[in-house]
């Protein structure tokens, strides 16, 4: 909730006139502002041919907001030392750059949508506002918190010896020949199949894997927490129709690209530690538990790199190009693609603004994705209705029936856990199903909404917008 | 979607200014390969 001081830093200045009950209002132009001295402005190196910022706004609930922001309006909102009105600002500003776009009122539209209400500026008459939390749509359907800061970053901290260059080459090639010894002399001829997986083993193959998703979630802990930061936690979530692990690593934005990447692959890089300690268990009692693990985990680390699900490879590779917002700016390319047949086009979209090789990249990755989510949904809709729906009644009946016949543990927890995961399962299916029938109601009631409310006026002028002015007789 | 939010949309786009995602990197510990039909 805000303050009646936030509210008023908000709303446009007024003036009240005491002696007369009509209101005097005041344009904000001649009000004067101060930069937020709690807001960070570090530079971002990312794709633009402009030079970025990254900007960090602290809100509600001890979170931050970051934005990446155009390096020179940075320069023109710290002109604002709390005696220059907006007028002041621009015309300074436009003095010393004489290519700058920035208008008096342009200026001032964006101190009263964005800057005021986001505690970047502040009036000269209260505190700044203390924006709510980020209200971006969150990627993950279920979202809890398992381990804090507290915890996870002196562990971290801990194993942040594994990133030391010695035993980061000694670990590296102890990789390399455990897999070479599991797929070459371990796993063939002895028959594998992931379907015969059931009781004890079921439990056994799920605690390991279970605990070596953790150990990758530290492997992200412990590349950022080499570097200092103050908030790192790991918890548990429902992406899509996977139920995972995650670690917040968004302090990674402030660091160089090249320690972004390390962020990035620290995961994997733990969870193939996990290999060599799986293969060595081998040995050492020969079962082949640790081998449908071993399998697993590789085939966890393989879903792990697909760019185009929001895990690290997509991070990777949003890294490895300088784009920011990969997701966002790929639906920003489709979106444009049907400007491009009309002569008024709106703003112009940040990644037209990017380097070359980082813009056929985006471009390639736009391609690539829609095709992949459009095979997605065709295949998750289809298991869903031929597969997952038909079986889940199945699943609890031979739950109970086991629970009648064979009371045993391990025969309890694996039921328990199976039942567990596909209902997790169907629900991250039904909500993604929900929220698409919602976007697509959404969309096609606003175009029809849009058409209807058209005057005839109105029509004529986007008539003439696309197809130009009428010629003269 | 609320006004208030809409006009601060258009003036980040105008000012290309963008909110950055969250950054959280996840694992699946497993893909859904029980999915999939059971093999005789």
């Known amino acids: 909730m805000q303050s009646g001081l936030e509210r008023a830093a908000v709303s446009p200045p007024l003036l009240y006139s005491y002696s007369s009950p009509v209101l005097w209002v005041v344009p904000n132009t001649v009000m004067s502002y101060v930069f937020n001295s709690r807001v960070s402005v570090r530079s971002l190196t990312c794709s633009s ?51 700058s776009t920035y208008s ?83 796993i063939p001829g002895r028959h594998l199949n992931i379907n015969d997986i059931a009781g004890r083993p079921l439990l056994d193959v799920t605690l390991i894997t279970i605990l070596a998703a953790l150990f990758h979630e530290f492997g992200h ?36 690209p090249m320690q972004r990447v390390l962020v990035d692959i620290g995961g994997l890089y733990f969870q193939n530690i996990c290999v060599i300690v799986l293969t060595g268990l081998f040995f050492w009692h020969p079962s082949p538990t640790y081998l449908y693990c071993i399998i697993l985990i590789d085939m966890s680390m393989s879903l792990s790199l697909n760019p185009f699900l929001r895990m690290d490879g997509y991070w990777l590779l949003a890294d490895l190009f300088g784009i920011y917002n990969l997701r966002e700016q790929s639906i920003a390319v489709l979106k444009y693609l049907p400007q491009l047949f009309r002569r008024n086009r709106s703003v112009r979209p940040q990644f037209l603004d990017m380097k070359k090789n980082s813009f056929i990249a985006l471009c390639v990755y736009t391609v690539l994705s829609f095709t992949f989510f459009t095979y997605l949904v065709i295949i998750a809709t289809y298991q869903t209705i031929f597969y997952l729906l038909p079986a889940y009644p199945h699943l609890w009946s031979s739950f109970f029936s086991a629970l009648r016949h064979e009371p045993s543990f391990s025969n309890i927890g694996g039921g328990l856990f199976h039942i567990a995961w596909k209902t997790a399962v169907l629900i991250g299916c039904l909500q993604f199903a929900w929220r698409s029938v919602q976007k697509t109601i959404g969309f096609l009631w606003r175009w029809i909404s849009g058409h209807l409310s058209r005057t005839p006026v109105e029509e004529l002028s986007i008539v003439r917008e696309v197809n130009g002015p009428a010629k003269e007789a | 979607m609320p006004e208030d939010k809409k006009a601060c949309d258009q003036t980040l786009e105008e000012f290309s200014i963008m909110e950055l995602d969250e950054r959280l990197e996840f694992v699946a510990w497993c893909d859904d390969c029980s999915c999939k039909p059971k093999t005789a």
């Not at chain 1, 940075?74 to 436009?94: A, C, K, P, Q």
């Not at chain 1, 939390?133 to 010896?161: D, I, T």
């Open chain 1, 104 to 186: 008096v009122e342009s200026v001032s539209t964006l101190i009263q949508d964005f800057c005021i209400p986001k505690g970047i500026l502040h009036s000269q008459a209260g505190p700044p506002v203390v924006p709510e939390a980020s209200r971006q749509k969150g990627y993950l359907y279920f979202k809890m918190k398992l381990l804090p800061h507290s915890l996870v970053y002196p562990l971290a901290r801990l194993m942040g010896v594994l990133f030391w260059k010695p035993v980061f080459i000694l670990l590296g090639s102890l990789i390399l020949i455990a897999h070479v010894v599991a797929y070459f002399f371990l």
């Open chain 1, 49 to 99: 041919t402009q030079k970025q910022v990254l900007c960090e706004v602290p809100a509600q609930n001890d979170s931050i907001i970051r934005y990446a922001v155009p390096a020179s309006l940075i320069d023109l909102l710290e002109l604002f030392d709390g005696t220059r009105t907006v007028e002041d600002v621009t015309s300074m500003y436009n003095r010393a750059h004489p290519d």
């Open chain 1, 221 to 256: 802990a412990s590349a950022l927490a080499r570097n200092r930061c103050n908030h790192l936690e790991i918890g548990l979530g429902l992406y899509l129709r996977f139920p995972v692990l995650y670690t917040d690593v968004s302090e990674a934005w402030k660091f160089a």
